[in-house]
């Protein structure tokens, strides 16, 4: 099985693989700096009692802060040099900051680290990390351990499924046996990807160790000259052979929904877009919470923010550039945020999309865009229940009238509150056009789907990748 399912997510087994182990290499770490520390006194027998608290609070801070820097993305082009680059930055920046700040806010919790063991631990982990990125991208990589799939019909659908999975780098963890062509069905696919096997479907995947197979047919109906073969497929999948749907198998492995081969039943009858009220309560409360965390944390940030506005514009200009927005089911809200562009941004009164490089943008704004302190007034509007921290970006009503009018299913988004921040987000740059628009929805009816309040917290700690680099800004 190439993926695992934890709270509604598929996590590639490969990476679920790495985090444990590198999470005990954390550990290892800890200790390994105790002992090379002491012994420099000449302390043969370390004592390593209490130690192990602090071990799992160093390990689980720095794995978060890997997971932050976007060290453990799924079908990621990086090598082992930018993996590590990342993990680098997680750990002597942003872990060591964390837990230095943890041990003078919670004195009590003995948090402590000498410098020395810190920085040593610190070292050690990078070589152990690196050494395991080695070793498993070695066995990852390796022909004979990659996950073994099947197309069956080589027409339209299965030419589509094709072209998305080609941009999504997977062939490093999954290995395409080919298209099986459906009896009857007109080929779309290209003849070297098309199996051509005397074999019944079963005996060729048996014979091909064939470990998933991805229905993409176009027809989906039994007919007398083919059609659905279901027979050959309940064979399969009564033998051990995992079967899934075309759309099914591109959510898993993509992150989206592909929105133009949905549909309407297939969002009905899914698993997902389900309704919790103990998960509403618990996001409500999440929310509230870290609104407040959050202005405690970012009110020197505002206050730098206001002193550089009125300097670069003067005493007069305005601070707040507060605009309509769609939000929960269609209501209408007032959004707020520091102005990042000139007060004459619309002079003519019509909506605009932001450009890159958007000569609008006063060099505060730039600045202040890129790091994402406009977004934090936008912390009221959680306060007041109109916005949640995680969910679809909150469109202008102009805007949501066209799009709704060339984009399938672009009114659904508005089926969970918008976020300050969201998948989309993470997982596609800034958009300014019906065309990107259309894109940033397939991300966000995936998150829509399989929403749930851990998948919120993993989206609010890789944010901070967002917010160091500056990536999906304009």
């Not at 608290?53 to 453990?72: V, W």
Request: proline share 4%; net charge neutral.
């Amino acid at each position: 099985m190439n993926h695992i399912r934890i709270f509604r997510q598929y996590i590639p087994a490969h990476i679920l693989l790495f985090v444990l182990l590198e999470y005990l290499a954390l550990l290892v770490a800890v200790y390994s700096a105790h002992q090379i520390r002491f012994s420099f006194f000449g302390i043969r027998e370390v004592d390593f009692t209490g130690v192990l608290p602090r071990a799992q609070i160093y390990a689980l801070i720095n794995l978060i802060s890997m997971i932050a820097m976007g060290a453990y993305r799924p079908h990621s082009t990086e090598g082992l040099t930018g993996s590590m680059l990342r993990s680098m930055v997680a750990i002597c920046l942003i872990g060591t900051i964390i837990l230095s700040a943890s041990f003078y806010l919670f004195p009590s919790l003995e948090l402590y680290f000498g410098r020395g063991i810190l920085a040593i631990a610190s070292v050690v982990s990078l070589v152990l990390i690196a050494a395991l990125r080695f070793v498993l991208r070695k066995l990852v990589g390796n022909e004979s351990l990659r996950w073994r799939v099947l197309i069956v019909g080589a027409g339209e659908r299965a030419h589509h499924l094709l072209e998305t999975f080609a941009r999504l780098n997977a062939d490093k963890d999954i290995e395409l046996l080919g298209c099986w062509p459906v009896t009857g069905a007109v080929l779309k696919v290209a003849t070297p990807q098309v199996v051509n096997s005397p074999e019944r479907l079963f005996d060729y995947c048996d014979q091909h160790k064939v470990q998933e197979i991805v229905v993409a047919v176009d027809e989906r109906r039994r007919v007398d000259n083919g059609g659905f073969p279901l027979d050959e497929l309940l064979d399969c999948k009564l033998h051990g052979i995992q079967v899934a749907d075309d759309l099914s198998f591109l959510e898993r492995e993509s992150g989206r929904l592909d929105i133009r081969k949905l549909s309407p039943g297939w969002l009905v009858f899914s698993d997902g877009f389900s309704f919790s009220p103990m998960r509403d309560v618990l996001e409500r409360g999440f929310d509230i919470v870290a609104s407040l965390l959050l202005l405690v944390l970012t009110w020197p940030f505002m206050l730098l923010a206001v002193i550089a506005i009125k300097l670069e514009e003067g005493i007069n200009a305005p601070l707040i550039y507060s605009q309509e927005r769609v939000g929960y089911v269609g209501r209408i809200i007032r959004v707020h945020k520091f102005r990042s562009m000139r007060t004459d941004a619309e002079k003519d009164g019509k909506a605009q999309w932001a450009q890159k490089n958007d000569s609008r943008v006063t060099r505060v704004g730039n600045f202040i865009r890129n790091t994402r302190i406009d977004e934090l007034p936008q912390i009221f509007n959680v306060l007041k229940g109109e916005m949640s921290f995680v969910g679809p970006r909150p469109e202008r009503p102009q805007f949501v009238e066209e799009l709704a009018q060339q984009i399938p299913y672009y009114r659904e988004r508005h089926r969970v509150k918008p976020g300050i921040t969201g998948w989309a987000q993470l997982c596609y740059p800034y958009g300014a056009s019906v065309e990107d628009a259309e894109q940033k929805l397939t991300y966000d009816l995936y998150y829509i789907k399989n929403h749930s309040l851990i998948f919120d917290l993993y989206i609010l700690v890789r944010t901070v990748e967002v917010i160091l680099l500056g990536n999906g800004v304009r």
